[in-house]
């Protein structure tokens, strides 16, 4: 995957931010949006999509678009690298296979301990009950 590719489908949008500013605020659009359409990359083999599609479905939209905004400084040209940034950090998350779980059975030590914990424990509750008379 060419970084600079992809980066050149990337679509940005400029909004009013809220927030710290004052009445300059008013006037500059410092806010960025990024859009990427997932679905019409060309950048992205078919199973990178399909990976991806399935680690971020939650942060797609129904026509399979990644939408990010970044507000966070007052300079529009800071955004843009911060939104950048984590744009390229989602996909390479995005990109890990996880490794399977090989499934592992106790040690016998470790079960003999815990039966012994559960004995005492139990003896020890037997002993804070009153004495039969």
């Given amino acids: ?21 004052g009445q300059h605020v ?30 971020l479905k939650t942060k797609l939209t129904k026509e399979n678009r990644l939408l990010l905004q970044c507000d966070e400084s007052r300079s529009q040209h800071k955004n843009k690298e911060l939104i950048i940034k984590r744009f390229l950090a989602i996909i390479n998350n995005g990109l890990k296979v996880p490794k399977k779980r090989k499934p592992t059975k106790p040690s016998k030590s470790s079960i003999k301990k815990r039966l012994e914990k559960k004995k005492k ?7 804070r009950n009153k004495p039969e008379i």
């Avoid at 950048?43 to 990976?51: H, R, Y």
């Fill in 1 to 21: 995957m060419n970084t600079e590719k992809l980066l050149k489908e990337l679509k940005f949008k400029a909004v009013r931010s809220s927030g710290a500013g």
């Fill in 121 to 127: 424990q139990a003896y020890k509750k037997v002993l």
């Fill in 26 to 55: 008013n006037k500059v659009s410092s806010k960025i949006e990024l859009i990427f359409d997932l679905q019409h990359s060309s950048e992205l083999k078919d199973e990178e999509k399909e990976l991806l599609f399935k680690n």
